[in-house]
Structure formats: structure tokens, C-alpha cells
């Protein structure tokens, strides 16, 4: 079976300051591996996915990801937060096991601090 | 076109009532998802339909009513619900592969409460 762990439900970092969103996940199989980014009161939006090839993944909005296989990780980057980067983000899972099924983290909340 | 989109955005019935939610999508996209998900939790499956057949049906209770009249569209009546069926109802869309690459493209969602 896939499952996804996020580390910490709530991260706060100061305006220009370093985002780092941890994800780990268990898979039998390669996985196939996604960020989202939930704003309140809207639908998810991807961020990013890896699949094969490049371990590390650049996204929308300034944000990459990279896949460690041997952490079994993937966590989110961006250099520099903006305050419009406040947000719930969900690290996802899917794969050959998992068919139609996308499994979700249990999400985290960034604040931004001006 | 990449949207999906949903209406209505708001709805607010009582538990007596019949609704419907819609949600359209035109990529071309052959599986529709929907998703119910509740506040400061991630989205919770609720139904698949591949090829506008019912796919996956996560044991939802059958006051939940889905229909895929064609390959745009996804709907999901609603009848006798009750208050802790209150909830964000996203709809997601994707393509159907044989790698089965899952990346969702997801509506704005129908915030529904129930009275």
C-alpha cells in the first residue's frame, strides 16, 4: 500500500525567508510523486510531479521538489517566501498499485510573517 | 482549455431537499473525480468514472447520487443529506493512461452546508 507523511501541520517562516516542506512516502513501486497548493475556498492547483528521469523537479511559482529515493522523500523548496505563498500544500502519491487513487497527505498550513 | 469548473460555487440545502452539483471539463480528459473534503483535512475520494463509466465508488453513502451523462460532464445529486455532510466537493479530471500518471486538474470546488 502507498501512504504519504507530512511533516508538521503548521510551518511559519519570515517574508524572504527559506520554505522548506518536508513529505515522505511509502511505495512498493516507483511512485509517482505531486504537490498541490490549496488557497482557502479554492480547488487544489499542482505545483509540480516527478515521474522518471531528473531527481529534482522545478515548479510553478518558484518552488522545486526532490525526489530521494534512498530517504524515500520529497520535499518542497523555494529560496525565498512571499507573502502571497500562504497556503495548505499537499504532498501526494499515486502509482501503478494504486490505479484511479491518488493518496494525499494530511497537508500544511505556511504562514508567511511579513 | 484547462479548466474545470463547477457550479454553483455556494449551495445551502436542508435535509429534505434534492440538489445537484455540476462540474465540466473540455481537455479532452476520459476520468472525473469526485472528492469531498472537509476543513483542514485533505480531499477524501468519493468517485471515479473512466470512460464515463463508474470506476470507483468508495463505499459513499447512496444519498450520494453520481451521474457521467458524457465525457465532459460530471454530476453528483444529492438527496436527504444530513449536517456532517457538510463539506468542500472538489472535482478533478485526468487522462487515462496506460502508465496510469494521475495528475488531477481540479475544479474550484462547491461549498455545500447542510441544514
Known sequence: ?114 | DTEVTQTPKHLVMGMTNKKSLKCEQHMGHRAMYWYKQKAKKPPELMFVYSYEKLSINESVPSRFSPECPNSSLLNLHLHALQPEDSALYLCASSQVTSSTLNEQFFGPGTRLTVL
Open chain 1, 1 to 114: 500500500a502507498q501512504s504519504v507523511t507530512q511533516l508538521g501541520s503548521h510551518v511559519s517562516v519570515s517574508e524572504g525567508a527559506l520554505v522548506l516542506l518536508r513529505c515522505n512516502y511509502s511505495s512498493s513501486v516507483p511512485p509517482y510523486l505531486f504537490w498541490y497548493v490549496q488557497y482557502p475556498n479554492q480547488g487544489l492547483q499542482l505545483l509540480l510531479k516527478y515521474t522518471t528521469g531528473a531527481t529534482l523537479v522545478k515548479g510553478i511559482n518558484g518552488f522545486e521538489a526532490e525526489f530521494k529515493k534512498s530517504e524515500t522523500s520529497f520535499h518542497l523548496t523555494k529560496p525565498s517566501a512571499h507573502m502571497s505563498d500562504a497556503a495548505e500544500y499537499f504532498c501526494a502519491v499515486s502509482g501503478p498499485t494504486g490505479g484511479f487513487k491518488t493518496i494525499f497527505g494530511a497537508g500544511t498550513r505556511l504562514f508567511v510573517k511579513a
